[in-house]
């Protein structure tokens, strides 16, 4: 079996270990960075996030399997200067204002991560102006919301609201998530996608990848 196949399988198993052991023994014998993430990292995390949504695998499973993505990751970044990974689109990724909770949105944002989008992670309780910033900043052409509690969907509201005062709306394409909101709330709130787990966000990024 190859290495870059061996990376796959192990990354698919969420086996940090042999990912790191696997990368490392990948860079020395010389293989491109770039074929580690394509044919390796960003096809392994397609299977869990399919797997995922496919009810074949949990949450814990998907989690390890993107940490070890992450470490494998890790292992790569030192080595990448010059060497451009061709990205999908660009995401601007944060849980909203009054919420801390960050563990679905990191999968989002490591699931997003695996399939070669490059991810602006804001981070948790992030302020609508903050969204505005970032979008303006690193011109992103995505900007992804998560929110867990009832209380702080009117943030996402109010994210939107923000990037519609700023001009920005029809220059980025929203994606909403997280246990209290659905494809209704997404409808009501105008948002271009709702994705109910990461492995979906990966799926509706792709999809509107060429509407925007
Ligand atoms: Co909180 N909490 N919590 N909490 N917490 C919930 C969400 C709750 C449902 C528990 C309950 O009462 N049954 C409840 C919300 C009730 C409601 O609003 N309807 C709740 C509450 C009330 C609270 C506090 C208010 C409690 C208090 O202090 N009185 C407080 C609020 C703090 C705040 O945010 N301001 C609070 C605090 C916390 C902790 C800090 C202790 C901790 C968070 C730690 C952290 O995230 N670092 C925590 C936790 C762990 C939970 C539960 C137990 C687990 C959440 C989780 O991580 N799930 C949760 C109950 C539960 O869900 N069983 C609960 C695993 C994660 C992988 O799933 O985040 O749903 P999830 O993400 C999924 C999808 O939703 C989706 O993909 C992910 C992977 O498939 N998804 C997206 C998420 N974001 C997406 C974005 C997308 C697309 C998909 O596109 C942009």
Do not use: C, W
Request: aromatic share 4%.
């Amino acid at each position: 079996m190859s290495i870059v196949k061996s990376i796959y399988e192990a990354t698919i198993a969420g086996n940090r270990d042999a990912v790191t052991d696997l990368t490392k023994q990948a860079l020395d014998s010389g293989v491109e960075i770039e074929e580690i993430v394509q044919d390796g990292f960003i096809p392994a995390m397609g299977v869990v996030g399919k797997d995922f949504g496919a009810g074949k695998i949990y949450i814990p499973e998907m989690l390890l399997a993107a940490r070890a993505m992450q470490t494998g990751m890790n292992v790569l970044k030192p080595h990448l200067g010059g060497v451009e990974i061709k990205t999908l689109a660009k995401v601007v990724l944060g849980t909203v204002r009054g919420d801390l909770h960050d563990i679905g949105k990191n999968l989002v944002g490591m699931m997003l991560e695996g399939s070669g989008i490059e991810v602006i992670d804001l981070g948790v309780d992030v302020p609508p102006e903050k969204f505005v910033e970032a979008v303006k900043t690193h011109q992103a052409q995505f900007v992804a919301l998560s929110a867990l509690l009832t209380t702080t969907m009117t943030s996402i509201t109010d994210t939107i609201d923000a990037l519609k005062d700023a001009g920005l709306r029809d220059e980025v394409a929203i994606l909403v998530g997280g246990a209290p909101v659905n494809q209704a709330f997404a409808d009501e709130i105008d948002a271009d996608g709702y994705a109910d787990n990461a492995g979906d966000a990966v799926d509706r990024v792709k999809e509107l990848v060429h509407e925007v």
